[in-house]
């Protein structure tokens, strides 16, 4: 299976910026797509960014357009989510998910692995 592990997220104040990691083990050859998700309480869980692991190509939320950036490095199989111009909203915890369908997709169903989240608050 893929095992994937989170970390980077802690509190940060509106306006400052917070990388995320997301370390990929195990069966890495079975998935071709990666995502950020978040959740906040009492929020349902909503796709963040996208990222088609052989291309780079990336898909954003609208929420996040312009300010978050996915990337991932193929060589040390993780993926990044870098936040810039964080705002109180963007608290959540954040999770990272794989699939193996090559569609880019921010449909939490789609996903077949995830991590256990790292959170990330943002103070006014």
């Known amino acids: 299976q893929v095992q994937l592990v989170e970390s980077g997220g802690e509190a940060v104040q509106a306006g400052g910026s917070l990388r995320l990691s997301c370390a990929a083990s195990g069966y890495t050859w079975k998935y071709n797509v990666m995502g950020w998700f978040r959740q906040a309480p009492g929020e349902e869980r909503e796709g963040v960014a996208s990222?088609?692991?052989?291309?780079?190509?990336?898909y954003y939320a609208d929420s996040v357009q312009g300010r978050f950036t996915i990337s991932r490095d193929n060589a040390k199989n993780t993926l990044y989510l870098q936040m810039n111009s964080l705002k109180p909203e963007d608290t959540a915890m954040y999770y990272c998910a794989a699939k193996a369908s090559a569609i880019l997709s921010l449909k939490e169903a789609n996903y077949n692995y995830w991590g256990q989240g790292t959170q990330v608050t943002v103070s006014s």
């Open positions: 990222i088609y692991i052989a291309s780079g190509t990336p």
